[in-house]
């Protein structure tokens, strides 16, 4: 769904599974200290939504997620994931019940995929499945925000700030009133400081949830009976995830920043010496200057020094190994 906010001043498109909403405005600093200071909104109507009503929607996602829904309070935002029969992440949920219907607003273009799956799934269930990407626009608001809400409109707040679930065709009057629009870059530097993995960009086809530190956030411990709940009991309990998410502090005098996929190599080893990881998504920040998350083996020592390419990078523990 590409956005209308695209033809404001300034647009530049963002580039891959963001390119239908704008990267930045022009000035990507100005826009991350804006949004890092409680202003602005970030036009996130790309992503997919999912909406699932009906009496037994709690019960039945409960044993599809691997979050603990059934007692979901309305209004209270949580987040999950599904799990392919191996344990490893198909399908990331940001999630927030109304009160009549639970909303989710998912990867960009990931919600045929998920609605053929839950549909597979309803069985004798009380449940209505919909995609609502084509009439419903989600919209960032940083924490702190004073923007006004419009009325009726679904909210998901976290610490992180509110996602609002706003009707599609209101989505360029809200704009005129909101405050200054932020591109989603700097959406992502902030996320990368804040440690948050994103599906597609921290995960491949056989990242498992313990890897990234989704156990707690997205993954409940003390339930069973979803999809791929073997391996996430297994890890826990008599294993190690094979690789850990890792933050990096990159060399800020160097003008190139690794972008991902680059591979990681420990420093002062041989320069054609064994991968040990690789860069899942990098940013340039406004304070803290070139960063990165990435994955690493497990047994990679926590302190030592890494190599992107030609590119030094410090460790920051994010994943206790």
Request: hydrophobic share 40%; with cysteine.
């Amino acid at each position: 769904m590409k956005s209308p906010l695209l033809s404001l001043p300034g647009a530049v498109p963002a580039e891959g599974v963001d390119e239908d909403v704008a990267g930045h405005y022009g000035d990507l600093f100005r826009e991350q200290r804006a949004l890092a200071d409680g202003a602005g909104f970030v036009d996130l109507s790309h992503r997919g939504v999912v909406a699932v009503s009906g009496e037994d929607r709690l019960s039945w996602l409960h044993l599809l997620l691997t979050q603990h829904v059934t007692d979901l309070a309305a209004g209270q935002a949580t987040e999950a994931l599904i799990l392919s029969a191996h344990g490893h992440i198909e399908h990331a949920l940001y999630l927030v019940d109304d009160g009549a219907t639970v909303w989710a607003h998912i990867e960009p273009g990931t919600q045929e995929a998920l609605l053929a799956y839950l549909e597979s799934m309803k069985f004798f269930y009380r449940v209505e499945v919909a995609d609502r990407t084509a009439d419903t626009a989600v919209v960032h608001l940083p924490a702190g925000s004073i923007a006004p809400v419009p009325a009726g409109v679904v909210v998901r707040e976290t610490a992180y700030g509110r996602d609002l679930f706003l009707p599609r065709a209101d989505l360029e009057s809200f704009a005129e009133q909101a405050g200054p629009p932020v591109g989603i870059l700097a959406h992502e530097a902030l996320r990368v400081e804040q440690h948050r993995p994103r599906l597609g960009f921290e995960t491949d086809h056989r990242t498992i949830p313990h890897e990234l530190g989704w156990i707690g956030t997205a993954v409940h411990l003390q339930k069973g009976c979803y999809r791929g709940q073997e391996t996430v009991a297994r890890v826990q309990n008599l294993g190690k995830p094979p690789r850990r998410l890792v933050f990096l502090h990159l060399d800020g005098s160097e003008v190139y920043l690794p972008p991902a996929g680059t591979e990681l190599r420990v420093a002062d080893e041989d320069p054609d010496g064994r991968k040990i990881g690789f860069i899942t998504t990098s940013a340039r920040h406004h304070e803290l200057g070139p960063v990165a998350l990435a994955l690493v083996k497990r047994n990679v020592p926590v302190d030592a020094p890494l190599m992107a390419d030609s590119t030094a990078a410090a460790q920051e523990v994010v994943v206790e190994p």
